[in-house]
T-cell receptor
Framework: DGGITQSPKYLFRKEGQNVTLSCEQN?????MYWYRQDPGQGLRLIYY???????QKGDIAEGYSVSREKKESFPLTVTSAQKNPTAFYLC??????????????FGDGTRLSIL | AQKITQTQPGMFVQEKEAVTLDCTYD???????LFWYKQPSSGEMIFLIY??????QNATEGRYSLNFQKARKSANLVISASQLGDSAMYFC??????????????FGSGTRLSIRP
């Protein structure tokens, strides 16, 4: 079955450490997204990519980095510059380009905590 | 700037009653799409329903319908005959830059719906 796989499900970060969250999709979608969700809050866009080797900053990109070397993969690195990384991270994908009526498909998320 | 507003942080509804979840949006685009998602306590995001800005009829999907009032910039979700399994967070979302290759989707802050037996 096609879908989006996020790993790991739980991740712990030490102070000053970079960690990478994995996101893989086999839906053949062009567009991929990373969101951050704090407890009881909505989703805030970190980065998004409409095509391989290209990505754009979202609303809260500071302290995060991404790469899009393959269509299927969109890893997110939480750097030591992100001082409050504890949150639930969701990866999503969708058919890219117009028209814009295609919904996003989401992974099951990664919960990141500070040790 | 584009924005989604959900003014109801939480709602309690009796089982089998209908419920309306409010969503207003702000955009300068003429072409856009509106989505509703459900997030149970387990955390996954479930797509419920979609409405395009040029769609003349309100979208419906089973027990879900979208009350789209373009002039008022509102896209309220209506759930008929609520069930205990409907208890979850509900998010309204909008795709901006519809015809742009760099379109992105923004989300509202959500409404927590609790169904009473």
């Amino acid at each position: 079955d096609g879908g989006i796989t996020q790993s790991p499900k739980y991740l712990f970060r030490k102070e000053g450490q970079n960690v990478t969250l994995s996101c893989e999709q086999n839906l053949n979608h062009d567009a991929m997204y990373w969101y951050r969700q704090d407890p009881g809050q909505g989703l805030r866009l970190i980065y998004y990519s409409q095509i391989v080797n290209d990505f754009q900053k979202g609303d809260i990109a500071e302290g995060y980095s991404v790469s899009r070397e393959k269509k299927e993969s969109f890893p997110l690195t939480v750097t030591s510059a992100q001082k409050n990384p504890t949150a639930f991270y969701l990866c999503a994908s969708s058919v890219g380009g117009p028209p814009g009526g295609q919904p996003q498909h989401f992974g099951d998320g990664t919960r990141l905590s500070i040790l | 700037a584009q924005k989604i507003t959900q003014t109801q942080p939480g709602m309690f509804v009796q089982e089998k009653e209908a419920v309306t979840l409010d969503c207003t949006y702000d955009t300068s685009d003429q072409s856009y799409g509106l989505f509703w998602y459900k997030q149970p306590s387990s955390g996954e995001m479930i797509f419920l329903i979609y409405q395009g800005s040029y769609d003349e009829q309100n979208a419906t999907e089973g027990r879900y319908s979208l009350n789209f009032q373009k002039a008022r910039k509102s896209a309220n979700l209506v759930i008929s005959a609520s069930q205990l399994g409907d208890s979850a967070m509900y998010f309204c979302a909008m795709r901006e830059g519809w015809y742009s290759s760099a379109s992105k989707i923004i989300f509202g802050s959500g409404t927590r719906l609790s169904i009473r037996p």
